[in-house]
């Protein structure tokens, strides 16, 4: 069975510039999660899709971000125009849902992340 | 608030010694998850194990085992018989039952395994 996969592994950009990464989830899977860690901080969620719905969004910084999983498969965050500080690592997880009584907790399988660098 | 707070920022072991990672975590609430992922140099998140608040066995997989100790908010993870490639950033992470599906992350320990 295929993992997360992300595209690109890296990108580097100038400020003022549009990026778009793209996740993959595990085939069946219908959560989506999008996670940032910038260079010296915490993991943070960003925002979480079932199928192709938005759940959260609770964690996107500001407008200037867009995510978007249309048909429920594939799932694309745009960051549009960029900023210095929208640089670090970009982590997409999936999971499926058991429910809160599974004994895996639904856990979130990761992608090796968007490694985005502004200039 | 939902925290997590692992205090080794890094840690050196010598080959095949066991090691104890720590993390406490801070919820009010009584159902939920605690996780530990592995990342590598190479960057991807693996995940290691998982816990759940109502769990009265601590979880074990392989190597790895959790120390959980609820009513001191701790969730050590425990790799025995450390090898080379455990070289790598162990995170903590947790997320509420009924809550949302985000999970609360701590900051990681860098663990360095030396020959």
């Known amino acids: 069975e295929a993992g997360v996969t992300q595209f690109p592994s890296h990108s580097v950009i100038e400020k003022g510039q549009t990026v778009t990464l793209r996740c993959d989830p595990i085939?069946?899977?219908?959560?989506l999660y999008w996670y940032r860690r910038v260079m010296g901080k915490e993991i943070k969620f960003l925002l979480h899709?079932?199928?192709?719905?938005?759940?959260?969004e609770s964690g996107m910084p500001n407008n200037r971000f867009l995510a978007e999983r249309t048909g429920g498969t594939y799932s694309t965050l745009k960051v549009q125009p960029a900023e210095l500080e929208d640089s670090g690592v970009y982590f997409c997880?999936?999971?499926?849902?058991?429910?809160?009584?599974?004994?895996?907790?639904?856990?979130?399988?990761f992608g090796p992340g968007t490694r985005l660098t502004v200039l | 608030a939902q925290k997590i707070t692992q205090t080794q920022p890094g840690m050196f072991v010598q080959e095949k010694e066991a090691v104890t990672l720590d993390c406490t975590y801070d919820t009010s609430d009584q159902s939920y998850g605690l996780f530990w992922y592995k990342q590598p140099s190479s960057g991807e998140m693996i995940f290691l194990i998982y816990?759940?608040?109502?769990d009265e066995q601590n979880a074990t997989e392989g190597r790895y085992s959790l120390n959980f100790q609820k009513a001191r908010k701790s969730a050590n993870l425990v790799i025995s018989a450390s090898q080379l490639g455990d070289s790598a950033m162990y995170f903590c992470a947790m997320r509420v039952w009924d809550s949302n599906y985000q999970l609360i992350w701590g900051a990681g320990t860098k663990l360095i395994i030396k020959p």
């Open positions: 816990q759940g608040s109502y």
């Open positions: 085939s069946g899977h219908d959560n």
């Open positions: 997880a999936s999971s499926q849902d058991h429910g809160s009584g599974s004994s895996r907790g639904d856990t979130q399988y």
């Open positions: 899709f079932v199928k192709e719905s938005k759940q959260d």
